[in-house]
């Protein structure tokens, strides 16, 4: 259900109110609304009163994140691959994407709910979930492990450092830079902090399941393993990439925990394109699209619907995305 008070939109789920367009509350006040409902079975009026809690990240500081990556990223660059369009070395490249998958366990794994949304299970219905992030963030990590349990589907748009104009949009929605950022267009809500993020997917298309803990806390134990194994891939714009955005749809099927899939979602941060995210985790519903689109059950399968360009080999992925959206080309 959804309300307007105090120019601003709200939204209330079962058990959380969320503002929909991410103004801001002072951190010393609280807002309680009060309203009633007639129910429609016995024409009662049922009273509601809903209160806001400060601590509630919806309530956006206007401060930027003084993040650890920062620091980081210089590091890993010194000890990275270099250019993510050069020569590489395949089995180096899957031995550490195969450890970072090791190193978050089962997240992101296989789908645990029989999600509501997507329920007709067609790659042409409208997407409303939009997610803004970048692959190496483990913050934005943990977002996605939720979408594959949920088995969501989502556009993507990636906000390398240094990008193009995927960081603006987000500064110009919710205020910050700040990933992951989440957009859900069924609701109106759009939300930073990946805690509250997975716990507002849950409670919207999580069927009752509550996110386990494992989860929700694994961002501080295991969760900057990925990134420093695969050395910062997924971080930064190469600079090389096209200003241009892709100009038809890209679709990628693939699940969080694949270290091939995880390749490629690297190479597509780099060059900041937006693409269509089919999670198909183990037990996925969307595990007949795939099977239509690829005749097999294996991921990553990447389709360009411009070109008509369609593979599950990682490495004629990279090789295409890194010659089709190279600056030097269009
Ligand atoms: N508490 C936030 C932390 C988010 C955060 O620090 N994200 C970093 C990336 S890992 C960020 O947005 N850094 C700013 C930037 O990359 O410009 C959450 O859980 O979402």
Redesign the pocket.
Known sequence: MSFHCSNSNYVVTHNSLYCTNNSRIPNSSTLKFKFKLKCATNNRFIKIVAKSSNSDSQQPTIT??T????FLCPLLKLFSGGDPSGQRNFALELATSSLASISRFAWGRKSVVDSALNKDMDSNLPISLQLFE?E?????R?VREAMTELDLSVEVYP?P?GSVRH?ELVRKTGGR????FLIDQNSGVSM????D?VKYLFEQYGEGRSPSLGLLES?IFTGWMPTILRAGRGMTLWERSSLDPPPGKLELFSYENNPNARIVREALCELELPYILQNVGEGSRRMKLLLDASGSKEVPYFVDHKTGFQSGDYKMILSYLFTTYSSAIL
């Open positions: 930027t994140p993040s650890f990556l920062s970048f190496a963030c483990p913050f934005c943990r906000c450092k960081r830079e700040q990933f992951p930073y902090e990946s805690s993020i961002t």
